[in-house]
């Protein structure tokens, strides 16, 4: 009996790497159906992929309640919404220039909309993808339908169709101030979609900064961290790249800067993981020949020995010199707003 407890114990030692190789191969062949079965499901079922792209679930920061800036310390922004479409409503942040800060204590929404016709610039910013809601200006910062607290689903349509909105809304209120669309990431398709829909209008936007912009979103999600697991998988543009255009997800940026005649400024990190510079040398030159006018037309690239990445220009301490805007207008003279921007 000794001997028989001895070699059970004895087979237990000689039996337990078996079993650890057994659900060694059996993680293994999971893992395997799976990184398999996502192009597949992706091509079959196209919300998928839409939720890559736009990342509206990802929330950040988290536990924040949206409506009230101040919780954030922000005691000179105020929440509201706006109601684009039957059924969407738009949480937009607007933030007074830094000279106004203390008059903006306690103030309520209309005052901040009478604000915005003082003549001091204003930006409305379109954030990236898992984003949500400046410097000197005004910053009008939409939560496009589906992100934060806007309700709806996004789209490509949808997205453009709120940020002109919130263009017209503001160019009614803004008087003879100069209103700048700023496109951060997957926002700066937003920002050139909608200043094609405004040229197709006979409005040209006072100017556009577009800030770690892709060419297209095709050539941009080619490049995407998730697409670097599947760049050798067989039928990758089929699986993935054809099914985004295929669903109406394209944000042309190299189409639209052809056709574009605002004032454009292009930042972005040489250094960027997730869209190479080279994509934003692609659109400075499009843009130029476009134009035909270096004055019409900036780029200026941060060095990736500065480590901003793909979301860290913010961190800059030259970017408020670069984006400056302030006493450009007044009440008796009208300036250009990049005539004396320090490139």
């Known amino acids: ?20 190789l057994w659900w060694f191969k059996r993680g293994l062949l999971v893992v395997c159906v799976i990184y398999v079965s996502v192009p597949f499901m992706m091509r079959q079922f196209p919300d998928i992929i839409k939720h890559l792209v736009f990342s509206h679930r990802v929330r ?29 409503s738009l949480g937009v942040w607007h933030t007074v220039p830094e000279s106004q800060w203390k008059e ?8 901040y909309q009478d604000s915005l016709g003082a003549g001091i610039p204003i930006i409305i910013y379109l954030h990236g993808n898992g984003g949500t809601s400046a410097i000197g200006y005004h910053v009008l910062a939409l939560d496009y339908r589906g992100f934060g607290d806007s309700t709806g689903e996004p789209t490509e349509v949808g997205l453009t169709t709120d940020t002109l909105y919130l263009y ?31 040229i197709e209008q006979g409005i040209v936007v006072d100017g556009v900064i577009i800030e770690g912009a892709y ?12 697409a670097w697991f599947y760049l050798k998988f067989p039928g990758f543009e089929y699986f993935f790249l054809d099914t985004m255009a295929e669903n109406n997800v394209i944000f042309p940026n190299d189409e639209n800067l052809k056709r574009m ?32 006018s270096e004055n019409q037309v900036k780029m200026i690239p941060f060095a990736g020995s500065l480590g901003y990445l793909h979301n860290g220009l913010y961190k800059d301490p030259h970017l ?11 009440s008796s003279v009208e300036i250009s707003i990049w005539q004396k921007l320090q490139f």
């Open 1 to 20: 009996h000794k001997y028989w407890g001895l070699r059970q114990e004895g087979s237990g030692d000689t039996v337990a790497p078996s079993r650890l």
């Open 60 to 88: 950040v920061p988290f536990f924040v309640n949206l409506s009230q800036p101040a919780d954030l310390y922000l005691n000179h922004t105020v929440n509201m919404y706006l109601k684009s479409e039957q059924g969407i």
């Open 104 to 111: 903006a204590q306690g103030k309520d929404l209309e005052w």
């Open 168 to 198: 017209q809304w503001v160019k009614a209120r803004s008087g003879s101030s100069l209103v700048v669309l700023w496109g951060h990431s997957l926002g700066t398709g937003v920002a050139t979609n909608t200043a094609v829909k405004l």
């Open 215 to 226: 060419t297209n979103i095709r050539q941009g999600g080619a490049h995407h961290p998730f």
């Open 261 to 292: 005649r605002s004032r454009l400024l292009i930042l972005h990190a040489e250094d960027d993981h997730i869209v190479p510079i080279h994509m934003a040398q692609q659109l400075y030159e499009i843009a130029q020949s476009a134009q035909n």
């Open 320 to 330: 408020p010199d670069i984006i400056r805007l302030e006493n450009l207008v007044n």
